[in-house]
């Protein structure tokens, strides 16, 4: 039974054993230097030779040119190697050649050494054999890649040249011999040595590469499957925001009417769960402002008691219904922040401790950091948090003890929105936790210099309600056509509605055949329209055909980064649905008290 799994586990193993074997070969034809050094080894021993008169010359040249010959032919093999596309996959036959090279080499060495080695002049003898074991030696790095080829090369080199010492005879040379018996294990073993090295080497380094490659190829499907969901939620948003934002504009067109106070009641239940999940949804928008990085920071000097007090405020009905603390410890600091996302930031973090507090207090206060820096600390006896999810807390719609996905505890978004804006603000976030005792979370930031004035609070404007206008409302969904029309005419405007360019032109021209087109006094388009309109090129196609710009608004239910930077980038004022109807009210009470009065002059308007 093992001896299937053993042929298994082989045959598993044999592409990487076959990469490796062949990186091995590739290695034996990387340099050409070590025949070059030894055909200089060749000339200075035969000029030697020569010189001393133990040589004679054509015997020199032809031991050379036999030595030139096959270092042509190996220098041919390692440019054909170099060249073949093949040779990796080939690399047994490269191998055998490399081999056969090494062997002529050898005996290049071996036999041509005993035919040149000088008669009677052992001190000359001792210089060939030193030499050539010096090659030998030389050749251990470049030939012990591959063990056979410079197994092949050590023997033709050596072994003759013992041979020869033994005939001689004589105790010197059978010193010598014995030498050469010794030296040439020891080297062989050696040289295995280095070949396995080398082989567990070039094993890891395919094992690190396969495993990079590994993991390139899951981080580009964790990146895959971000942007699908990124995209499932863009999309997901965009359709649950469309009837969500009809529903909220027919509960403010129903307002205007006299209904039973019954009736008034339920409407307020309505729109209590619209505003609800209008909560959700802008939770959702917040982290993909964030990530499309069209949200930006603005500091100036804030006060932070007044800031805290106000938020404490709005918590302190939810503390108390549980029983909790909610306390306020005194401060005259002021930080450099964004008064809007500062406070963003720490109504999350006191919303977040009073929300898991179940019993004892949370307490907020601010601590002076030397003279530069200051620490906002909210302080609570909750759970706590482990330390093994530390990361995890301010990872998007992760909730600690939720299980059950209770929608009044958020979708866990608000430290993922916390992290984001204090990068954002270039504050530091940090946390201390006890699991069963308590967190604190400190938001370090620059201190206000203490002579600088806090910018005055603007003044309330009121707004009273413009003289009614012409609006042009543009939708593809039928049904936000008709509450957005409802809506728009209990506020006392006249409505055009339309659901993309060509029908707002064709609605507009309807209004006046007789002189010509209609002017609308303020436009409200959708900012993604079917057959593949765009809410931005559409307003400026009718502000083409009208002849004058007309003040715009867009809406969309994308959350998506890149739609929300190219709405940005259009200058448009840019509401997100669901849309609550008194938001909607005043951007369009303040766009047409700046707008002209309803244009009763027709002009052209060409469909």
């Not at 010959?69 to 191998?95: C, D, G, K, V, Y």
């Amino acid at each position: 039974m093992s001896r299937p799994m053993v042929i298994r586990a082989e045959t598993a193993a044999s592409p990487q054993i076959e990469a490796v074997r062949a990186e091995q070969v590739r290695l034996l034809y990387a340099t050409a230097l070590g025949m070059y050094a030894t055909f200089l080894a060749g000339v200075a021993i035969a000029a030697l030779f020569v010189y001393q008169g133990v040589m004679r010359p054509w015997v020199a040249a032809v031991w050379l040119g036999v030595m030139v010959a096959h270092i042509s032919i190996r220098l041919i093999i390692r440019r054909s190697f170099q060249s073949s596309p093949t040779a990796a996959s080939n690399w047994r036959a490269w191998a055998n050649r490399f081999t056969a090279g090494a062997a002529v080499a050898g005996i290049t060495w071996g036999i041509g050494g005993i035919l040149i080695m000088p008669p009677a002049r052992f001190d000359l003898q001792m210089l060939l054999i030193l030499t050539v074991t010096s090659i030998v030696y030389a050749t251990l790095s470049a030939f012990a890649s591959w063990f056979p080829a410079f197994f092949a090369f050590e023997v033709t080199s050596i072994a003759p040249i013992g041979v020869w010492c033994a005939l001689q005879g004589d105790a010197t040379h059978l010193a010598v011999a014995a030498c050469c018996v010794i030296w040439l294990p020891a080297v062989s073993i050696l040289a295995r040595r280095h070949e396995r090295t080398l082989a567990r080497s070039l094993t890891l380094q395919l094992e690190n590469a396969a495993l990079a490659d590994d993991l390139r190829a899951q981080k580009v499907m964790v990146e895959q499957a971000s942007l699908a969901k990124s995209r499932f939620l863009a999309t997901a948003s965009h359709d649950l925001r469309q009837p969500v934002h009809a529903l909220g504009m027919f509960i403010g067109a129903l307002r205007s009417h006299s209904l039973p106070p019954r009736s008034v009641t339920l409407i307020d239940h309505i729109d209590a769960s619209v505003g609800s999940l209008d909560s959700l949804f802008t939770s959702l928008l917040d982290i993909s402002k964030l990530d499309a990085g069209v949200v930006e920071g603005h500091p100036v000097h804030v006060p932070v008691e007044p800031l805290l007090a106000r938020i404490c405020r709005d918590l302190e009905g939810e503390a108390a219904a549980k029983h909790v603390g909610l306390t306020l410890v005194p401060t005259s600091l002021a930080v450099r922040s964004d008064p809007i996302l500062l406070e963003r930031i720490l109504r999350n973090l006191i919303g977040n401790a009073v929300r898991y507090t179940q019993t004892g207090r949370v307490v907020i206060g601010v601590r002076r950091l030397g003279s530069r820096r200051v620490s906002l600390e909210v302080w609570d006896t909750g759970p706590g948090i482990a330390e093994d999810q530390r990361e995890a807390v301010f990872e998007e719609f992760y909730q600690l003890s939720n299980p059950d996905r209770d929608r009044t505890k958020g979708l866990g978004l608000g430290l993922a929105i916390v992290r984001r804006l204090s990068e954002i603000l270039g504050h530091r976030l940090a946390f201390d936790s006890r699991p069963g005792h308590g967190s604190v979370f400190r938001l370090i930031a620059e201190r206000a210099d203490p002579g600088e004035a806090a910018p005055a609070p603007a003044e309330p404007i009121a707004l009273a309600d413009p003289r009614p206008g012409l609006i042009l409302a543009i939708d593809d969904e039928a049904a936000i056509r008709t509450a957005m029309a409802e809506l728009l005419r209990s506020w006392g405007h006249e409505v055009v509605a339309a659901a993309g360019g060509e029908e707002a032109l064709r609605a507009l021209n309807a209004l006046n055949p007789e002189g010509g087109g209609a002017r609308p006094d303020l436009i409200i388009c959708d900012y993604r329209l079917q057959g593949g309109e765009d809410g931005v090129a559409v307003i400026r196609r009718l502000a083409a055909a009208l002849g004058a710009e007309t003040p715009a608004i867009l809406l969309t239910g994308d959350t998506a980064a890149d739609r929300i930077r190219e709405a940005q980038a259009s200058g448009y004022p840019l509401l997100h649905k669901p849309l609550a109807h008194a938001r909607l009210r005043a951007t369009v009470t303040s766009l047409l008290r700046q707008s002209h009065p309803p244009a009763g002059t027709p002009g052209p308007v060409e469909a």
